[in-house]
T-cell receptor
Framework: GAVVSQHPSWVICKSGTSVKIECRSL??????MFWYRQFPKQSLMLMAT?????????EQGVEKDKFLINHASLTLSTLTVTSAHPEDSSFYIC??????????FGSGTRLTVV | AQTVTQSQPEMSVQEAETVTLSCTYD???????LFWYKQPPSRQMILVIR??????QNATENRFSVNFQKAAKSFSLKISDSQLGDAAMYFC??????????FGKGTRLHILP
């Protein structure tokens, strides 16, 4: 149980275009979703927290206009990287919070901006 | 703000031997959770073990156990009978009142056959 499906697994896009990453909770309702970014051989950096039906809360230093997060339903949260540039290339991971202390992670999305 | 520190970027252990990964953290909260996550080459995050701060007993999951020293803010992971499949990146993580999980920088564990 408690599976999060993240798509796409990898994406290549041209500089200046937007890319959407989806995370779906398959067998539970995810009231809270966390979005992380991971650079090669580095740790996961928390970008933002999204709660169903409300605006996302961004961590300090994260551009909210570049990384748009939508959590319109209890089973779907999306991260849109707008006007992507090569420096946005990274590995993005979502994590859904369930129960009192349950967390399940998506399989990640490798974004390459060319 | 809470911080998690892993001072060992890489470690190696002989297959079947025991290895301990170190982690320290800083917080002003009294109630929190600590985790160890494994990230294999697939990059899927896998929960290894979890410890609740108010529980004095150290958590154990099969070959994995922790040494939780609350006063020292230390949370080390011991892997017994190391196996080739244990090779991965290991992250120590902290969760406080706001449900956010904060990760350390990780320790890459190599298993030597």
């Amino acid at each position: 149980g408690a599976v999060v499906s993240q798509h796409p697994s990898w994406v290549i896009c041209k500089s200046g275009t937007s890319v959407k990453i989806e995370c779906r909770s398959l067998d539970f309702q995810a009231t809270t979703m966390f979005w992380y970014r991971q650079f090669p051989k580095q740790s996961l950096m928390l970008m933002a927290t999204s709660n169903e039906g409300s605006k996302a809360t961004y961590e300090q230093g994260v551009e909210k206009d570049k990384f748009l997060i939508n959590h319109a339903s209890l089973t779907l949260s999306t991260l849109t990287v707008t006007s992507a540039h090569p420096e946005d290339s990274s590995f993005y991971i979502c994590s859904a919070h369930f129960g009192s202390v349950g967390y399940t992670f998506g399989s990640g999305t490798r974004l390459t901006v060319v | 703000a809470q911080t998690v520190t892993q001072s060992q970027p890489e470690m190696s252990v002989q297959e079947a031997e025991t290895v301990t990964l170190s982690c320290t953290y800083d917080t002003s909260e009294s109630d929190y959770y600590l985790f160890w996550y494994k990230q294999p080459p697939s990059r899927q995050m896998i929960l290894v073990i979890r410890q609740e701060a108010y529980k004095q007993q150290n958590a154990t999951e099969n070959r994995f156990s922790v040494n939780f020293q609350k006063a020292a803010k230390s949370f080390s992971l011991k892997i017994s009978d190391s196996q080739l499949g244990d090779a991965a990146m290991y992250f120590c993580a902290y969760r406080g009142w706001d449900d956010k999980i904060i990760f350390g920088k990780g320790t890459r564990l190599h298993i030597l056959p």
